[in-house]
């Protein structure tokens, strides 16, 4: 209890309050990754025999997202720090199975994986939500989920190396993130509720019920659809390109080097944390809510010309990735931090934001799951490197149509004074 009070009375400094809830939102989501991604930095035989594993995996997390439409919008504050405990230790309980059990029957394992980590986001997003700094701490907590992908896929890697099989070196991994992800959760419970001064900014943020659920989309949908349909064509392509990392820096003429995983992805991380994190600085919501639009379209584009640079030869293979790493990130982060934050203090919805991000996300990942079904169709024998190509350039090109189309809905539908509802959309 002392430690708490000394916590409390830190807490009121807002420097240390800020710095406080953005290492404990990053620190916490960083190393539920080492739970989830080590793994794929192991052949297991080949791509096809490492699809069928992503896709297990995959295929879990995304019916997690389904679930967490409901479980995440109606949780409560004081549950989040042991469900996410307790879904940390199925997690590794998990990978333990893994290990014992044989080819191809240990997917199944993957899956349920998949099925309890697909919450951890939801979770620490509601730490910190609803706040005057949210863009900022929902940067760093996005700032995980970039850099560490690459860390995961390189403490793999360094394990391997080391001597682990491949079967044990997810669980050995995950022992590794334990005792962090722990004293991380620790500091999520000592982050004060939003005050008076941040509700009146951004609205309060409750569990919501159905109908709250369902009156959001009678009111919101057509809008919403643009940009969760954009959203699920991003996260295909970023989960491609997290997930099949090792092939495509393999294509790129650039395998057996671990350590390039973590710095491409260094990069990735400061381009577009400083990016999404700086529009905390914009206090009018309406205003704050279009430039998160347009942010997301501008990376788009952006990833298109880093495709194309490639293409002509005028990139190398490190900077290709990075340039394609940021133009994809920066509309995905975007909606974490700004659009689906704004939007809700914009119109005062009675809800959350783990609502919004749970169908966004569910929608992501379904389509993820459908793209690696459909690769099986790709030639065998066939260049991954090809096949990723050929599919971001098409996504990127839709994604962009699409979100210019959700643009010019809200453009035209939304009247609505900052923190005021004067018309719904």
Not at 142 to 147: R, V
Not at 377 to 404: C, H, M
Request: glycine share 10%; with cysteine; aromatic share 14%.
């Amino acid at each position: 209890m002392n430690h708490n009070a000394t916590v409390a009375r830190w807490m009121a400094r807002p420097w240390f309050f800020t710095m406080w809830c953005v290492l404990a939102a990053f620190g916490a989501y960083a190393c539920m990754y080492g739970f989830r991604k080590p793994f794929t930095a192991a052949g297991y035989g080949g791509a096809d025999a490492k699809a069928w594993l992503v896709t297990a995996q995959v295929l879990g997390y995304t019916l997690s997202k389904f679930i967490g439409i409901k479980v995440i919008a109606e949780m409560t504050a004081a549950r989040r720090a042991r469900v996410l405990l307790g879904i940390i230790t199925i997690a590794e309980l998990s990978l333990l199975l893994f290990g014992l059990t044989p080819a191809p029957f240990n997917a199944v394992w993957m899956f349920l994986n998949g099925l309890v980590l697909g919450m951890v986001f939801g979770l620490v997003l509601g730490f910190v939500e609803g706040r005057c700094l949210t863009e900022f701490f929902v940067a760093g907590l996005c700032a995980s989920f970039i850099l560490s992908d690459g860390v995961a896929k390189s403490v793999g890697s360094l394990l391997l190396q080391a001597g682990v099989s491949e079967p044990w070196m997810p669980s050995t991994a995950g022992l590794i993130f334990a005792l962090p992800l722990m004293i991380f959760v620790w500091m999520l419970t000592q982050i004060p509720a939003p005050t008076p001064q941040d509700e009146a900014a951004r609205s309060q943020r409750v569990p919501m019920t159905r109908g709250d659920r369902f009156a959001m989309l009678r009111r919101h949908g057509v809008g919403l659809f643009g940009i969760v349909f954009a959203y699920l064509l991003i996260t295909v392509m970023r989960s491609i390109r997290a997930d099949f990392a090792p092939e495509i820096w393999s294509g790129l003429g650039m395998s057996g080097q671990p350590a390039v995983f973590t710095q491409s992805e260094l990069w990735v991380t400061l381009g577009v944390v400083v990016t999404n994190g700086a529009l905390v600085l914009v206090r009018e919501n309406r205003r704050a809510f279009f430039i998160g639009i347009g942010l997301a379209i501008g990376g788009l584009a952006f990833a298109l010309t880093a495709l194309l640079g490639h293409q002509m030869h005028v990139l190398p293979p490190f900077v290709f990735m990075v340039l394609l790493g940021v133009g994809m990130y920066v509309p995905y982060v975007a909606v974490h931090t700004t659009i689906f934050e704004r939007l809700i203090a914009l119109t005062r919805e009675r809800g959350n934001i783990g609502y919004l991000m749970y169908l966004a996300d569910a929608a992501g990942y379904f389509g993820y799951v459908a793209v690696m079904i459909l690769r099986s169709a790709f030639p065998q024998g066939g260049s991954f490197l090809d096949f990723f190509r050929l599919t971001a350039g098409a996504l990127l090109v839709i994604a962009l149509v699409t979100l210019l189309g959700a643009w010019f809905f809200f453009a035209r539908y939304s009247k609505l004074a900052d923190g005021t509802a004067q018309r719904a959309i």
